[in-house]
C-alpha cells in the first residue's frame, strides 16, 4: 500500500519563511484524509449511543434493525468480543473497553454498532433499534466541590504562603472559572480498518501513529508486526487526536470478525461526548504583596471534573509554580467525579485554564496597587525557576513584556477605565504572560542519500498540519546543502522509525537531533565512499581532509564548488544509495537535565472595542511576542501562532459546552449553537518571535510553538474588556449579559 511523501519544490534551509510543501495537494484535493479511504467490498459502520447518562441497558432489541436492508451485523455487549486492557507506558483516555459491559456512565456511550452495506442503511438500523434502559439522576453540574471524606492534593508547596497572606500587605482572593470546551476539528474522528487474516492495517486520526499502533496491539491482542497505522494527514487535531478512542477499538473488532474493510466515521453529535473535551476548571487564587508590588505569596487552588471511572487530570497549576517570583506558594488540585464522557488534552492543557486564573489575578493586584500591569510583572520576574531552585536553561521574559509594549503602544495607554475612544467606540488594552513546557521525546530517523543526487528522510511521526513534512525538510537540506526540491520526506506509517507524538510542542525539538544524526551519518558513509572506492577521485584522502558541504565532496582547504557532487560518488561505487540512522532519547533523560529549567515564554496584548449603544464587544487587534527559541521556518510558525490566538479568543468570548440535567446530553451539540471564532470575529494579528535559540534542547536552539499561542489570550481579553468596561469577567466565557451591568458603557 503505497503512502504518499513529500518533495518540496522551494531551495531553502533552516530559518527561511517558508509555505508548507503538503499545501498544494491539500488545497487541490490530493491529500487523502482518513474517511477518503475506499477498498473493495468496504462496509459501513454506525455506533449506536446511549441516550441517558447514568443508569443501565436493560434491554436491547435488535430484531426489526437485523432485517433490514444491507445490515452485515449488529455488535452488542453480547457478542462483541474480548478486548485486552493497554497497560504499561501506553496511552489511552478512556480505558473502558467499548460495550464492556451495561453499565452506562456517560451520555452518548456506545451501547450497539450497526454494520452494513452503506452509511445509509446502518444510520436508518441504528435507529430502529429499540433499548430499555434502568435510569439514575446523572451529576453534570459545573460547579465543583470535594466531598467532605476528601482532602486536595497538595501540588507544589514552598515556604509558608498562609502566613504570608496573612501578614500581607496588600491582598487578593478570588475564584476564577472556565468552562467545559469541545474540540471541534475541521475533520471528524475515523477509521478505517483491514484485516487479512493475520494482519491489520488502520487508517487513524492520530496525532500519535506510534502509541496508536501500541494501543491497538495490546487492546486486540496480537503482535506488534500485526498491526500497521497510517496518518498520512489530519484536518487538526488541538489535542483530541492524541489518544485511540473506542471507535478505533470497534473498526479493528469487526473488520477482523466479518473480514472485511470496515469504515467509522464519527459525527459531529458524538464528537461532543464521545473522543474528549477540555474540562471545567474552578480555581481559587489568593496573592498577597508589598506596596511597591512585590509577590509575598500566591496560593492556587483548583478542581476539575473528571469522568466515572478514568482519573484525567488537567494541572492548571504547571505554570504558576515557576511564572513569578514569590518565596512563597501553594498549588492543591482535586478531581471531581461527573457523568460525563472522559476529557483529555486540548490545546495548552493545563497551563493554558491555569494561566487564565493567575494572570486575571495579576491584573486585579495591578489595580488595586495602582502599578501599570506590565510593570507588576517585571517587578515580579523570577532569577531562577524557584519550584526546582535551578536555572533557565533562557528567558527572555522580560524582552517579551518590554518589546511588545513598545510595539503595541502601551505607553499611549490611559489606565483609567473607559477612558479611551476611537471613533465612537470605547478602547481597552489588556496584557498577559504566558509560558509552555519544552522537552524532547524520543525519535528516530533515517536520511537516505540516493545516486540521483536527492535526499528521502523517513520517520514515524505525523504532521497535523503544523509543517513537519516542511521543517524536516529544512533540516536536511541546511545540514546536507541539498535543495528541498530533492528532499522527499515520508511520515504518518507506523512502518518507519518510530518518531515523537504531535502534542504538547514537543516533535519538532524531538526529531531535530535524530535527523542531525542520520544526515551526519549518511555523509559520513559517502564521505567513506569517496576515500575507499577505486573510481572516487579523493581515493586514499585521511578523513580529516574531506568535508561534505553544499551536496559535494571536496577538500577541507578548497571551496565547496571544486569538488564533487556527493551522487557522483555514490555512483561511482555502482551503488543506489546511502542511509543514515539518527535517534535520541527524552530529554529528561539528558545529563543534567534536573538541573535546568526549560520552558517557552511570550506575552500577549490585546485591544477591544465596545460600543455600549448597541452592546457590540469586538477584539480588535493582538500581539503576541514569543521567545520560543530559534524558529525554523517563520511563516508556518506565525500560522501556528495565529490559529492558537482565534483559539484563545473562542475561549474567552464564544466556547461552552452545555449539558442537560435530566440526561446529561451535551446540549450544543453541533457548529451551529457551539460558537466558536470565525473569520468575521478574527482581529488583526500581530505576531513578533524573539528567535534566541535555547541549545539545551537540540543543536538547532528549537522550541515547540503550537501551544504557547493560546497561553495568555483568554487573560489579556478580560484585563482589556475590564479597562473598557469596568466590569471584571472571571468566569469564562465573556458574556454580553455582563457587560451589561456597565453604567454609562462602563462600570467602576
Given at each position: 500500500?503505497?503512502?504518499?511523501?513529500?518533495?518540496?519544490?522551494?531551495?531553502?534551509?533552516?530559518?527561511?519563511?517558508?509555505?508548507?510543501?503538503?499545501?498544494?495537494?491539500?488545497?487541490?484535493?490530493?491529500?487523502?484524509?482518513?474517511?477518503?479511504?475506499?477498498?473493495?467490498?468496504?462496509?459501513i459502520?454506525?455506533?449506536?449511543?446511549?441516550?441517558?447518562?447514568?443508569?443501565?441497558?436493560?434491554?436491547?432489541?435488535?430484531?426489526?434493525?437485523?432485517?433490514?436492508?444491507?445490515?452485515?451485523?449488529i455488535?452488542?455487549?453480547?457478542?462483541?468480543?474480548?478486548?485486552?486492557?493497554?497497560?504499561?507506558?501506553?496511552?489511552?483516555?478512556?480505558?473502558?473497553?467499548?460495550?464492556?459491559?451495561?453499565?452506562?456512565?456517560?451520555?452518548?456511550?456506545?451501547?450497539?454498532?450497526?454494520?452494513?452495506?452503506?452509511?445509509?442503511?446502518?444510520?436508518?438500523?441504528?435507529?430502529?433499534?429499540?433499548?430499555?434502559?434502568?435510569?439514575?439522576?446523572p451529576?453534570?453540574?459545573?460547579?465543583?466541590?470535594?466531598?467532605?471524606?476528601?482532602?486536595?492534593?497538595?501540588?507544589?508547596?514552598?515556604?509558608?504562603?498562609?502566613?504570608?497572606?496573612?501578614?500581607?500587605?496588600?491582598?487578593?482572593?478570588?475564584?476564577?472559572?472556565?468552562?467545559?470546551?469541545?474540540?471541534?476539528?475541521?475533520?471528524?474522528?475515523a477509521?478505517?480498518?483491514?484485516?487479512?487474516?493475520?494482519?491489520?492495517?488502520?487508517?487513524?486520526?492520530?496525532?500519535?501513529?506510534?502509541?496508536?499502533?501500541?494501543?491497538?496491539?495490546?487492546?486486540?491482542?496480537?503482535?506488534?508486526?500485526?498491526?500497521?497505522?497510517?496518518?498520512?494527514y489530519?484536518?487538526?487535531?488541538?489535542?483530541?487526536?492524541?489518544?485511540?478512542?473506542?471507535?478505533?477499538?470497534?473498526?479493528?473488532?469487526?473488520?477482523?470478525n466479518?473480514?472485511?474493510p470496515?469504515?467509522?466515521?464519527?459525527?459531529?453529535?458524538?464528537?461532543?461526548?464521545n473522543v474528549?473535551?477540555?474540562?471545567?476548571?474552578?480555581?481559587r487564587?489568593?496573592?498577597?504583596?508589598?506596596?511597591?508590588?512585590?509577590?509575598?505569596?500566591?496560593?492556587?487552588?483548583?478542581?476539575?471534573?473528571?469522568?466515572?471511572?478514568?482519573?484525567?487530570?488537567?494541572?492548571?497549576?504547571?505554570?504558576?509554580?515557576?511564572?513569578?517570583?514569590t518565596?512563597?506558594?501553594?498549588?492543591?488540585?482535586?478531581?471531581?467525579?461527573?457523568?460525563?464522557?472522559?476529557?483529555?488534552?486540548?490545546?495548552?492543557?493545563?497551563?493554558?485554564?491555569?494561566?487564565?486564573?493567575?494572570?486575571?489575578?495579576?491584573?486585579?493586584?495591578?489595580?488595586?496597587?495602582?502599578?501599570?500591569?506590565v510593570?507588576?510583572?517585571?517587578?515580579?520576574?523570577?532569577?531562577?525557576?524557584?519550584?526546582?531552585?535551578?536555572?533557565?536553561?533562557?528567558?527572555?521574559?522580560?524582552?517579551?513584556?518590554?518589546?511588545?509594549?513598545?510595539?503595541?503602544?502601551?505607553?499611549?495607554?490611559?489606565?483609567?477605565?473607559?477612558?479611551?475612544?476611537?471613533?465612537?467606540?470605547?478602547?481597552?488594552?489588556?496584557?498577559?504572560?504566558?509560558?509552555?513546557?519544552?522537552?524532547?521525546?524520543?525519535?528516530?530517523?533515517?536520511?537516505?542519500?540516493?545516486?540521483?543526487?536527492?535526499?528521502?528522510?523517513?520517520?514515524?511521526?505525523?504532521?497535523?498540519?503544523?509543517?513537519?513534512?516542511?521543517?524536516?525538510?529544512?533540516?536536511?537540506?541546511?545540514?546536507?546543502?541539498?535543495?528541498?526540491?530533492?528532499?522527499?520526506?515520508?511520515?504518518?506509517?507506523?512502518r518507519l522509525?518510530?518518531?515523537?507524538?504531535?502534542?504538547?510542542?514537543?516533535?519538532?525539538?524531538?526529531?531535530?537531533?535524530?535527523?542531525?544524526?542520520?544526515?551526519?551519518?549518511?555523509?559520513?558513509?559517502?564521505?567513506?565512499?569517496?576515500?575507499?572506492?577505486?573510481?572516487?577521485?579523493?581515493?586514499?584522502?585521511?578523513?580529516?581532509?574531506?568535508?561534505?558541504?553544499?551536496?559535494?565532496?571536496h577538500?577541507?582547504?578548497?571551496?565547496?564548488q571544486?569538488g564533487?557532487?556527493?551522487?557522483?560518488?555514490?555512483?561511482?561505487?555502482?551503488?543506489?544509495?546511502?542511509?543514515?540512522?539518527?535517534?535520541?532519547?527524552?530529554?529528561?533523560?539528558?545529563?543534567?537535565?534536573?538541573?535546568?529549567?526549560?520552558?517557552?515564554?511570550?506575552?500577549?496584548?490585546?485591544?477591544?472595542?465596545?460600543?455600549?449603544?448597541?452592546?457590540?464587544?469586538?477584539?480588535?487587534?493582538?500581539?503576541?511576542?514569543?521567545?520560543?527559541?530559534?524558529?525554523?521556518?517563520?511563516?508556518?510558525?506565525?500560522?501556528?501562532?495565529?490559529?492558537?490566538?482565534?483559539?484563545?479568543?473562542?475561549?474567552?468570548?464564544?466556547?461552552?459546552?452545555?449539558?442537560?440535567?435530566?440526561?446529561?446530553?451535551p446540549?450544543?451539540?453541533?457548529?451551529?449553537?457551539?460558537?466558536?471564532?470565525?473569520?468575521?470575529?478574527?482581529?488583526?494579528?500581530?505576531?513578533?518571535?524573539?528567535?534566541?535559540?535555547?541549545?539545551?534542547?537540540?543543536?538547532?536552539?528549537?522550541?515547540?510553538?503550537?501551544?504557547?499561542?493560546?497561553a495568555?489570550?483568554?487573560?489579556?481579553?478580560?484585563?482589556?474588556?475590564?479597562?473598557?468596561?469596568?466590569?471584571?469577567?472571571?468566569?469564562?466565557?465573556?458574556?454580553?449579559?455582563?457587560?451589561?451591568?456597565?453604567?454609562?458603557?462602563?462600570?467602576?
Amino acid at each position: 500500500m503505497a503512502i504518499q511523501s513529500h518533495t518540496p519544490t522551494t531551495t531553502a534551509s533552516v530559518g527561511a519563511a517558508l509555505p508548507r510543501i503538503d499545501g498544494p495537494l491539500k488545497v487541490t484535493g490530493k491529500a487523502q484524509y482518513t474517511s477518503d479511504h475506499r477498498f473493495p467490498g468496504m462496509l459501513i459502520a454506525v455506533p449506536l449511543c446511549a441516550t441517558i447518562a447514568n443508569g443501565a441497558v436493560q434491554r436491547i432489541d435488535t430484531a426489526k434493525a437485523s432485517a433490514m436492508p444491507g445490515v452485515k451485523m449488529i455488535y452488542t455487549h453480547e457478542n462483541i468480543g474480548r478486548f485486552y486492557r493497554a497497560g504499561g507506558s501506553v496511552r489511552i483516555d478512556e480505558k473502558r473497553s467499548p460495550m464492556e459491559d451495561t453499565t452506562i456512565r456517560y451520555y452518548g456511550q456506545y451501547i450497539a454498532m450497526v454494520v452494513a452495506d452503506t452509511f445509509e442503511q446502518a444510520n436508518a438500523a441504528a435507529a430502529a433499534i429499540k433499548v430499555d434502559y434502568r435510569t439514575a439522576q446523572p451529576e453534570v453540574g459545573s460547579h465543583l466541590s470535594l466531598p467532605a471524606s476528601e482532602k486536595p492534593k497538595v501540588d507544589s508547596l514552598r515556604g509558608d504562603p498562609d502566613a504570608a497572606f496573612a501578614a500581607g500587605p496588600v491582598t487578593l482572593d478570588y475564584t476564577y472559572t472556565t468552562p467545559i470546551e469541545t474540540h471541534n476539528p475541521i475533520e471528524l474522528h475515523a477509521s478505517v480498518a483491514i484485516y487479512d487474516g493475520q494482519n491489520f492495517t488502520l487508517f487513524e486520526t492520530s496525532q500519535a501513529i506510534v502509541n496508536h499502533q501500541a494501543a491497538m496491539t495490546a487492546i486486540l491482542g496480537v503482535q506488534p508486526e500485526n498491526v500497521r497505522i497510517i496518518t498520512q494527514y489530519l484536518g487538526s487535531g488541538f489535542g483530541g487526536k492524541l489518544w485511540p478512542w473506542t471507535h478505533s477499538l470497534l473498526a479493528a473488532m469487526a473488520a477482523r470478525n466479518l473480514q472485511r474493510p470496515i469504515k467509522l466515521v464519527v459525527s459531529r453529535d458524538m464528537m461532543f461526548h464521545n473522543v474528549g473535551h477540555r474540562t471545567n476548571t474552578q480555581q481559587r487564587i489568593r496573592l498577597s504583596a508589598t506596596a511597591d508590588g512585590k509577590l509575598t505569596s500566591l496560593q492556587q487552588d483548583f478542581l476539575t471534573h473528571t469522568a466515572q471511572i478514568e482519573a484525567s487530570r488537567e494541572n492548571c497549576g504547571e505554570a504558576t509554580v515557576y511564572h513569578y517570583s514569590t518565596a512563597n506558594l501553594r498549588v492543591t488540585s482535586g478531581l471531581v467525579k461527573r457523568h460525563i464522557a472522559p476529557n483529555t488534552s486540548m490545546r495548552g492543557p493545563g497551563a493554558v485554564p491555569g494561566l487564565f486564573a493567575t494572570e486575571s489575578a495579576l491584573d486585579e493586584l495591578a489595580i488595586k496597587l495602582n502599578i501599570d500591569p506590565v510593570q507588576l510583572r517585571l517587578i515580579n520576574e523570577p532569577a531562577l525557576d524557584q519550584s526546582l531552585n535551578v536555572p533557565f536553561s533562557s528567558r527572555h521574559m522580560r524582552e517579551c513584556l518590554t518589546a511588545g509594549a513598545q510595539r503595541f503602544g502601551w505607553g499611549e495607554r490611559n489606565p483609567k477605565v473607559g477612558s479611551m475612544r476611537r471613533d465612537g467606540a470605547i478602547v481597552g488594552w489588556g496584557v498577559a504572560g504566558c509560558s509552555w513546557m519544552a522537552k524532547r521525546n524520543p525519535a528516530e530517523v533515517s536520511v537516505a542519500l540516493s545516486a540521483d543526487g536527492g535526499a528521502h528522510v523517513a520517520s514515524a511521526t505525523q504532521d497535523i498540519g503544523t509543517g513537519t513534512y516542511t521543517v524536516l525538510a529544512q533540516m536536511v537540506a541546511d545540514l546536507t546543502g541539498i535543495p528541498m526540491a530533492k528532499i522527499v520526506v515520508a511520515l504518518g506509517d507506523s512502518r518507519l522509525p518510530p518518531g515523537p507524538f504531535s502534542g504538547g510542542s514537543v516533535a519538532t525539538a524531538s526529531l531535530t537531533p535524530p535527523v542531525a544524526e542520520a544526515a551526519r551519518d549518511a555523509m559520513k558513509q559517502v564521505l567513506q565512499i569517496a576515500m575507499e572506492n577505486e573510481q572516487s577521485p579523493f581515493k586514499g584522502s585521511k578523513p580529516d581532509t574531506l568535508m561534505f558541504s553544499q551536496g559535494r565532496i571536496h577538500r577541507k582547504d578548497q571551496s565547496p564548488q571544486s569538488g564533487v557532487l556527493f551522487a557522483d560518488i555514490i555512483r561511482s561505487a555502482k551503488l543506489a544509495g546511502v542511509t543514515g540512522k539518527g535517534k535520541s532519547g527524552a530529554s529528561a533523560g539528558d545529563p543534567g537535565a534536573s538541573k535546568i529549567s526549560i520552558h517557552s515564554y511570550g506575552a500577549q496584548f490585546v485591544e477591544v472595542l465596545w460600543q455600549p449603544e448597541i452592546a457590540r464587544l469586538r477584539i480588535n487587534r493582538v500581539l503576541s511576542v514569543i521567545d520560543a527559541g530559534r524558529i525554523i521556518n517563520p511563516r508556518t510558525g506565525r500560522n501556528q501562532i495565529e490559529g492558537a490566538v482565534v483559539m484563545g479568543i473562542g475561549m474567552a468570548l464564544f466556547e461552552e459546552t452545555y449539558y442537560d440535567p435530566r440526561n446529561g446530553k451535551p446540549v450544543n451539540n453541533n457548529l451551529a449553537d457551539y460558537v466558536m471564532t470565525t473569520n468575521a470575529d478574527a482581529p488583526d494579528i500581530d505576531v513578533l518571535f524573539l528567535d534566541y535559540p535555547d541549545l539545551a534542547l537540540d543543536e538547532l536552539g528549537a522550541r515547540g510553538i503550537g501551544e504557547i499561542g493560546i497561553a495568555g489570550v483568554a487573560p489579556a481579553v478580560t484585563a482589556a474588556v475590564y479597562h473598557a468596561t469596568g466590569v471584571r469577567v472571571r468566569d469564562l466565557p465573556v458574556k454580553i449579559e455582563d457587560l451589561l451591568q456597565a453604567e454609562n458603557g462602563y462600570r467602576v
